[in-house]
């Protein structure tokens, strides 16, 4: 690899798409709550949910601050307001809008 910094090309959120280089730069500028981080780049917030970047990106912060990996808490995790049908979300079937 001929670039100068290959963390621009580590990509983990593959979902938005972030960096490595991103999520080290937050960091780095002393952004160290995941939350924080969630809401910046959007990590965790694509058709995966995070379960694939969540990991590394505390990997990534563990190692950046010193702390234990268990020591960092997931970020919050958003339900919706109330039940949907797994088939209305898939776009197998419509949504009754008029029911309370």
């Known amino acids: 690899m001929s670039e100068k910094n290959p963390k ?3 990509i983990i959120c593959r979902c938005n798409e972030v ?7 937050l ?5 160290t709550d995941i939350e924080m981080i ?3 780049l ?5 058709p995966c949910q995070g379960r ?4 590394m990106v505390i ?5 950046k601050t010193g702390k234990k990996p268990d020591e960092i808490k997931l970020p919050a995790t958003r339900i919706p307001v109330r039940p949907v049908p797994a088939g209305v979300l898939v776009g197998e079937m419509e949504s009754d809008e008029n029911e309370e």
Request: proline share 3%; with cysteine.
């Open 8 to 10: 621009k090309n580590i």
């Open 19 to 25: 960096t490595q280089e991103e999520i080290e730069a």
């Open 27 to 31: 960091i780095d500028q002393g952004v």
């Open 38 to 40: 969630k809401r910046l």
């Open 42 to 46: 959007r990590i965790g917030m694509g």
């Open 52 to 55: 694939t970047c969540l990991p």
């Open 59 to 63: 990997s990534i912060l563990a190692r």
